[in-house]
């Protein structure tokens, strides 16, 4: 089986217009699509892809049975961070929020 890599397709003029429009200001959704572009690669994933094409509810199936769904995650937030998109997150203050789980 071989996986043809493709970048994420430009956004449509108008659908650009729109969002800018919408958003003159901006705002973090904007900026991480224009920022990241492609995030995921799909050598990250070919495990993921049986030898026919399928549905997308089996692929997030095969996703999330073979705990990919973390490195999933770990792949948009290494992105964001490097991007400067994304704080390091301090723990929870306990005192202050003595409800909130650390789980």
Known sequence: MSIH????PDIPVETVQVARAA???GNIYLQIRDTLGSI???EAFVELFSQRFSILSEFRTRLVNSGMEQKLLD???SQLQS??????HQPVNQ???PNW???
């Open 23 to 25: 958003f003159p200001k």
């Open 40 to 42: 995921y690669e799909d």
């Open 5 to 8: 890599p493709q970048n994420i």
């Open 101 to 103: 789980s650390l789980d």
């Open 75 to 77: 792949i948009l937030l």
């Open 95 to 97: 005192k202050v929020f």
């Open 83 to 88: 991007k400067g998109l994304l704080k390091t």
